[in-house]
Each structure stands twice: as C-alpha cells, then as structure tokens.
C-alpha cells in the first residue's frame, strides 16, 4: 500500500496548538480541516494538457487523480500500488503490462478501467492531427507527446482492468515510469458521457474524425476549473480526496472520497489556497497548516509558530525567451544574456537554507536540462562561460552586432511575487546599461500561453514555466519544454538537432554516450539561448503547529503529495 513509501515526520505540538486546531475547522458541521497554502495556480483538472501542466494541477490534484507512479520529495517515481501495477515484460519488443486495482471505482461509482490509459494515450501520442499554416497541428492539447509518441498500441478491451503497451519496434524507453502518472490519467467516461459514445476506446478506433474532434475538444477544455459553481459529475475523483467545491472565498475543498478503496485519508477535509490567494493575510486568520510558496515571493508573510525550512527545488528557475518578435534574431537574446546578472541573482534571490545533496542549490544553475544534482552536470555546464552575466561591454557589442538598436525586453510572471519581481527589477537595472530596456510585465492573470501570444518577450518562471511547485529527478518536462510542437514549448524553439538528441536519450543507456548527448545538447542551448537558467528555485515549506507526517516535497508533486496522511494533533 502507499503508505509503505512514507516516512512520517513530526512537528512537536505546543502551546498554541489549541489555537490552530480551532482556526483550521470549518464552520461547515464543523469537520476537521488543514489549511494548504501553495503557489500552484489552480486552471484545469487535467494535468496532462497543456493548461493543468503549466498551472501546476500536479501539485494541487497528485491525490484526486490517482496514477500508477506518483513525483516522491526527492522527485522520483514510486510505484502507486493501490492504483494498481505495472511491470515490464520480457521480449524484444518493448511491452509494459498494466493491470489497475480490481477493487478500483472512481468516486461517481464507475470503475477504473484500461480505457482511462487508452485515453491518456491517444491524447498525448500526437497521432491526431488537423492541418495548420505551418504542418499538422495536434487536435488534442497535451503539455508534451514525449514518451506517448513511442508507444505503437494499447491492447485494450473496453472496461478491462487489464492493458498492455506495446512500444514501437526498435524503440525503449527507459523513463517509463513517467507515463500514467498521477494528476494525468483522466477519467474516459466522463467523456465518452460528454461526446455520446458508448466508450472512448472503439471510438478512438474508428477513425471518425467528427468524434474523435469532439473528444479532443472536451479533453482540451471539459476539465477547465473556475472558482465558482462547478459541475461535479464532469470530475469524479481515483484518489483518496475528491473536490467538494472551489470559491475565492472558501479555497478548493477537497473531502475524503468515500468510495477510495485504499488507506482512509486522515485529515477528511483540506482546504487548498492556490495562487491569487491572498497568502499573508490566511497566515494571519491562522487558516494556514501547511505552507509550499516560492522562498521570498509573499511580502510580509508572518508564519509564528511554524517549522520552517527554505529548500531548494527539482525546479529551475528561468527565463523562458520567445524566438519572435524582439528576440528573432539569436544575437538579442545572446546580447540580453550577458546582461542578466545571474550570480547576482542567485546570491540575492537564489540561496535556499540548505543545499539538497550532491549541490542542488549550490549554486547558479550553468544548464537548461541537466540537473545540478546529477553526475553529468560538472561536465555538460562549459556553454555556460560566455553568459556569466553583468558583462555589460560584452552585451553592448553583442547587440549591436545583431543590428538591433536599443529594444525593449517584457517579462510576465504570475503575480504577485515580491520575488520575481525583484528579479525583473534587478535585470532592469543591469542590462540598462547595455541599451536593453527591461519592463515588468507580471499581473495576477498572467499564463505562459501570453509567450506565443506576442504579449510578453519572456516568461518568468519554473521548470516547464510553472509559477509554482515544478520538476522531477527524470527532467522529462525540463526536455520536453524545448522540443518542437510541445504544448509546453512557449517561446516556439524549433531545433531537428535537439529533437533528435532527446530522442535518444530516452533511450540510451551507455553512460558514456549519454554524457555525449547531453553535452552536445547543453552547448547548443548555450548558442540558441531559448531560455536562460537562473537557479532551483527555493522553495518556503512549513508546517504548522500540531502537524504531523508533513513531508516537504519541493517537485512537481509538491508538498502535498502525501497530504492524505497529515494529521492535525489536538
């Protein structure tokens, strides 16, 4: 069972635990609560698309929406066994068979079956296409094909506990433990009920153009959270919680979803405050257990009583360029490069109490996929050299190379963050001095997709330009954010050479020619510059008085990735 995999940590009740317990109830029949305070900000239900992956739905639904594999707080894969298990067969043929929990039934009372993964699948393979002015252009929004794209078949009966994936001839891939995962595999009946058909699998199979429109329409849109009146029955829950309703005013409730067939959550109700809450203002109503924000981003944030500890993050945190408009020409962005003063930024903004091990956190982040934590970055980081930052003579000549003169650089960012916009801040202030006028384009409804849009000409944010919690120890959406055609590739970078490198890695296994590709594959970001890194991101984790079994969790999954075994002590 899952709850095998954790490790419990206890946060000594004091004094004023009497206190905390009365302000974490709800008023509401006055059922136990925890107050959950993190930065993702709440758009779709479905993680897998394009909107739920950048606005942090993994952080925010890893307990609703349950997977075979789940982000653990070091940023791994663990096997989620009440879901079910998946297990390599032997052959030389690629082939992962799944078999999901008999005992598995969503919380709307319609069982878990193969057809939820043959969904998942066909959304994110990018084999359904419409054209479009520039190639074949995806009917269905997914974040990234990667690893989906690999797999030749689902063998499937509709309904069936039972699926196999067959991957294409020729092809392995290793990270496979990152598909299916938690906060990814939707629920299909809800839209074989949405689109009138008697199930998605025999209809994803016909061919049928005007159908397979209207599941991708659904799957692209249907799962669109709004604070207000939501339709509940369009997001029936696989895991232990399920949502009860979402208001600014009341947060995104989530209960203890009585048809969970797994261990029994022990807190019944938490409320979750997403990005726009007002974060200061719950710390000071004591409407806060658990706190997950981005280190220094909430201004006067007071957390008396709390165990605090500022970490630093799976996620990186970057400067996400667009490849139009001022930034066409690779010269501006080389040019703004050697502007931004990226030590200083780390050592103003970037440190985190304790470094993670192996020097997460140790200091400026020299590498767009490659982890400072992994054995192959010291020897992948030399593109990094030329872009120090602050190197205002070398960014004036650059610049004027590029025959551009004297352009205007906006950075969005989902605000408020006092943090980012201190990082916009100082990046005005230096690269000023080498003829480049920085703006500070953050606003509280801001997304990446305003990159694309032409709004903005950099976005400030996280692994994959999440605003909050992001990343995972495989880097798969770290890769994925720059390959071409990904929904999560916002600045539109397009490089065959980069495509064909991530291709293989994912399945190399030679250390040696691995350490070759990623290298090869860090010096061409260095000369394209699609983004510039900056730093892991630091992450504030806290636990209130009274809570026990909080585990900080600084990836994608966030600190409530085992928010289903947090107790408030009384």
């Given amino acids: 069972m899952r709850r095998s995999t954790i490790r419990l940590i206890t946060v000594l009740a004091t004094a004023a635990v009497t206190t905390s317990v009365v302000a974490g109830c709800s008023t509401k029949n006055q059922v136990p609560s925890i107050g959950y305070a993190v930065d993702a900000a709440v758009a779709s239900y479905n993680g897998a698309s394009t909107l739920g992956a950048s606005s942090g739905a993994a952080a925010v639904f890893g307990r609703v929406l349950t997977g ?35 005992d598995g039934v969503y919380s709307d009372g319609v069982k878990t079956s193969c057809d939820d993964l043959v969904l998942a699948w066909s959304a994110r393979s990018g084999k359904f296409t419409r054209p479009g002015d520039r190639g074949p252009v995806s009917l269905f929004d997914a974040a990234s094909t990667v690893g989906y794209d690999e797999i030749e078949r689902i063998d499937c009966q509709p309904g069936s506990k039972d699926a196999t994936v067959v991957f294409r001839p020729g092809k392995h891939y290793l990270p496979w433990r990152t598909l299916f995962t938690a ?59 399920r949502i009860e309703s979402f208001s600014a005013k009341d947060g995104l409730v989530l209960v203890a979803n009585e048809k969970w067939w797994g261990d029994a959550p022990e807190t019944k109700r938490i409320v979750v405050w997403p990005k726009g809450t007002d974060f200061a203002a719950k710390a000071k109503e004591n409407a806060l257990g658990v706190v997950d924000l981005g280190a220094g981003s909430v201004a006067d944030l007071k957390l008396d ?58 200091g400026v982040l020299n590498a767009h996929v490659v982890q400072q934590d992994s054995l192959y970055y010291p020897a992948v980081i030399g593109g990094a050299d030329r872009y120090r930052g602050a190197d205002i003579p070398a960014a004036t000549a650059t610049l004027a190379s590029s025959g551009t003169a004297q352009p205007t650089v906006r950075i969005g960012y989902q605000g408020p963050d006092a943090r980012r916009a201190q990082t916009v801040s100082m990046i005005a202030e230096t690269c000023r001095g080498a003829g480049i006028t920085v703006v500070d384009a953050g606003s509280p409804d801001f997304t990446p997709v305003k990159l694309p849009e032409g ?55 030679n250390s040696t020619a691995t350490l070759n590709l990623l290298t090869e594959a860090e010096n061409l970001l260095w000369a394209q510059l699609p983004s510039i890194p900056l730093f892991a991101t630091p992450r504030l984790i806290a636990f209130g008085n009274g809570m026990q079994n909080g585990i900080a969790g600084p990836t994608q999954a966030g600190t409530g990735w085992n928010m289903d075994r947090w107790v408030l002590q009384r």
């Fill in 183 to 241: 906060a990814e595999v939707m629920p299909a009946h809800v839209v074989a009920q949405a689109v009138g058909v008697p199930n998605v699998v025999n209809a994803l199979q016909t061919g049928d153009g005007a159908v397979i429109g209207r599941i991708a329409d659904f799957w692209n849109s249907g799962w669109t959270v709004k604070a207000g009146a939501l339709d509940l029955t369009k997001f029936p829950s696989s895991g232990p919680y």
């Fill in 68 to 102: 075979f594999f789940y982000t653990g707080p070091d940023g791994q894969q663990v096997a989620d066994t009440d879901v079910g298990t998946a297990k390599e067969v032997p052959g030389e043929t690629q082939t992962v068979q799944y078999r999901l929990n008999p």
């Fill in 305 to 362: 009583g709390f165990d605090e500890q500022t970490v630093a993050s799976r996620s990186a945190e970057q400067l996400v360029l667009a490849t139009g408009g001022v930034f066409s020409r690779v010269e501006v962005r080389r040019a703004f490069a050697q502007c931004v003063p990226r030590q200083a930024l780390f050592d103003t903004l970037g440190k985190a109490g304790e470094p993670a091990p192996h020097g997460l956190g140790a």
């Fill in 455 to 509: 709004a903005v000409d950099a976005v400030l944010g996280g692994t994959g330009a999440v605003p909050g919690p992001a990343g995972a120890s495989e880097g798969v959406v770290a890769f994925a954010a720059l390959r071409a055609g990904s929904g999560l590739d916002f600045g539109g970078f397009a490089n065959g050479r980069y495509d064909a490198i991530t291709d293989q890695l994912a399945g190399e296994a």
